[in-house]
């Protein structure tokens, strides 16, 4: 049941990225680097997160891939180099989990976290973090959005993919 849970996250974690990228393409630049009280600052602080974050755990991961300096490093200034790298990224990580096998769930991660503080945790835990992590950073994306005046963005309930998968 775990490869299959995983498999679906990885899917709705593309499919939820490519609908919110829709949503702030929508604004004009100045409006998505907007300080909004938002953790990271604005809308594009805070989709330049995700994907730092997310080249942080790939490289953990796989042992491959960039090495962001800092957790609210910009690493995209321009929103279409932003919103080409995520697609990027986001179809590097549906790869990298659905070519997994149910075994290397398992596999034990030993990685160091921002501060240099060292931790140990199962691939499927990290896998669910990574996740997780997006579809909470996407939520206050979601709320910058509506503080911009997007009145209703694109819903980003998993619900709303399973329904549409059949």
Do not use: C
């Amino acid at each position: 049941m775990l490869k299959p849970h995983l498999d679906q996250l990885a899917a709705y974690n593309r499919w939820a990225n490519r609908r919110i990228y829709t949503d702030a393409a929508s604004l004009p630049d100045a409006a998505r680097k907007r300080p909004l009280g938002l953790f990271f600052g604005s809308v594009h602080g805070t989709l330049n997160h995700l994907l730092v974050t997310d080249y942080i755990w790939m490289r953990r991961f796989t042992g491959d891939g960039p090495q962001p300096e800092r957790l609210n490093q910009i690493l995209h200034e321009d929103f279409d180099e932003l919103r080409a790298a995520r697609e990027r990224l986001d179809e590097r990580i549906l790869a990298f989990v659905t070519g997994l096998a149910t075994a290397d769930y398992e596999r034990m991660l030993d990685y160091k976290n921002s501060t240099g503080k060292t931790f140990r945790q199962s691939l499927a835990s990290a896998l669910t973090h990574l996740f997780n992590h997006q579809a909470h950073h996407r939520g206050q994306v979601n709320a910058g959005l509506t503080i911009l005046g997007i009145h209703e963005p694109a819903s980003l309930d998993l619900l709303v993919l399973q329904r549409a998968s059949g």
